[in-house]
């Protein structure tokens, strides 16, 4: 398993240094590049400018930039925002718990509902309760997210009044566990419906596949009841397709974490490259692209070590 572990990781290295090139290049090919936050102050001179652009190493190839710029990612150090003049990690450390929370909620609601609905629906095919759920996932993917946000907002804050229209918590309830919760339900709900929808029929899919096997009618056959057959033989071979699917959403999940954080002003990572795209912070920008195409990797690799323990085989390869 540890030799298994270690050439995954080996073969994920040149991957994030193809991230982190890609990164770059797109900020270095954006409208006005990364002064054009000074290019707009009427007050600056050309040669203030020029000033700026010694400073920040501007002034060299952009390989060598480049090459600068990764030295520091290694290190963790994006440089400071250009508007806050603030470490651009520690903008992100403050934000990232209230992101992590929300993200968490949502897979971990999306893991509880889509998969258990996939895997009735595998019991029940053709019946009403598989039609009914596989129409529901239909309506699901169909839905665009941000319009389903808004959607929530307008039934459950602003016509019935039952929950809070967006924020992280009310005033002077900061450390109110509940009150929290309450401001959690609508955006977990929005960000987990599409991820609902994909994972049960992936779940119901495989499941198909799993309940036809050799295996699974010799434990019948044993007598054993149909849930243990279910539970015990066939959902840990069920869930090894899911669990691609599953660890590849994270950067989706982080992605609609941008939508879902603006709609609902939630104070997190999203909500802040949001703002840094409106001012053109090219710093946070950077940071947290690299961050959230890193996630692909690390879903792959989470992907490829949640595979070995559900199947020993799959170490050998």
């Known amino acids: 398993m540890g030799s298994y572990v270690i050439r995954r990781l080996l073969g994920a ?47 060299k190839p952009p390989v ?21 003049g603030r470490a651009v990690m520690e903008m992100i ?15 971990g609601f999306s893991l509880l509902i889509g998969v258990v609905l996939g895997v009735l629906s595998a019991i029940k095919q053709y019946s009403k309760f598989d039609y009914s759920v596989t129409t529901l996932a239909f309506i699901g ?22 929950l809070p229209a967006g924020g992280f918590s009310d005033y002077g309830q900061e450390g109110n566990p509940l009150n929290v919760l309450s401001h959690l339900i609508l955006p977990a709900s929005m960000l987990s419906i599409l991820q609902i929808a994909s994972w049960s029929r992936y779940t119901r899919s495989s499941m198909l596949e799993v309940v036809r096997q050799e295996y699974i009618r010799t434990a019948r056959a044993k007598g054993l009841g ?11 071979n069920g869930l090894i397709p899911v669990v691609t699917v599953v660890a590849l959403s994270l950067p989706s999940l982080f992605a609609g974490a941008i939508m879902t954080e603006t709609i609902f002003t939630w104070p997190g990572v999203g909500r802040l490259f949001f703002d840094a795209l409106t001012k053109s912070d090219y710093p946070v920008l950077m940071a947290i692209l690299t ?7 690390i879903g792959n690799l989470l992907a490829d070590m949640i595979y070995a323990l559900l199947d020993p085989r799959i170490r050998l390869s």
């Open 13 to 59: 290295i040149p991957l994030l240094l193809v991230i982190t090139a890609v990164v770059f290049s797109l900020m270095q090919l954006a409208p006005g590049g990364p002064l054009a936050v000074y290019g707009e102050n009427p007050h600056l001179r050309a040669e203030d400018l020029e000033a700026i652009k010694v400073a920040m190493g501007l002034d």
């Open 64 to 84: 060598v930039q480049y090459l600068y710029w990764l030295k520091e990612v290694a290190q963790l150090n994006f440089g400071h925002s250009l508007f806050t």
């Open 93 to 107: 450390g403050e934000r990232l718990p209230a992101t992590l929370l929300l993200m968490s909620v949502a897979m």
């Open 141 to 162: 993917y169909s839905l665009p997210p941000f319009w389903f946000g808004i959607v929530l907002m307008i039934i459950f804050a602003s016509t019935l009044q039952w």
């Open 226 to 236: 149909e849930w243990a057959v279910i539970v015990k033989h066939g959902l840990r």
């Open 291 to 297: 961050i959230s195409a890193s996630l692909v990797v």
